[in-house]
């Protein structure tokens, strides 16, 4: 019997058999689930909640000097806490399917 991997594995991947020094591919269904909530907290955490606390700090100082009425003013907050709330929901699927891969590859992932 040959160690042939197969060709579906890429290096690097942190789902992949290979990177565990096991000879196949362990099946695990949430892979992408994986993939995508760490690329959608990435994006929350790094783009969209710092562009949501600049746009309340401008509707603070907007409303400061009389330019928007309040409920502008509680639009802009709502939305920053929107979008924390979603950051936090995307960075729990994000560690569920840390805690659902653990198992399978015997390696602490979380730390």
């Known amino acids: 019997m040959g160690n042939v991997m197969p060709p579906t594995l890429m290096k690097g991947d942190p789902c992949s058999a290979r990177t565990y020094g096991v000879e ?3 099946p695990f269904p949430g892979k992408l689930g994986l993939k995508a909530s760490e690329k959608l ?3 929350y955490g790094s783009a969209i909640v710092p562009q949501s606390n600049l746009a309340l700090n401008s509707a603070i100082a907007n409303y400061q000097a009389g330019k ?3 409920l502008k003013l509680i639009d802009a ?3 920053l806490l929107e ?3 979603k950051y936090y929901e995307s960075m729990v699927e994000f560690h569920k399917a840390l805690a659902k891969l653990e198992p399978l590859v015997g390696v602490d992932l979380i730390k």
Do not use: G, K, P, R
């Open 68 to 70: 928007i009425d309040f």
């Open 83 to 85: 979008y924390q709330l």
């Open 41 to 43: 907290a990435n994006l």
């Open 77 to 79: 907050s709502m939305s």
């Open 24 to 26: 196949q591919e362990i």
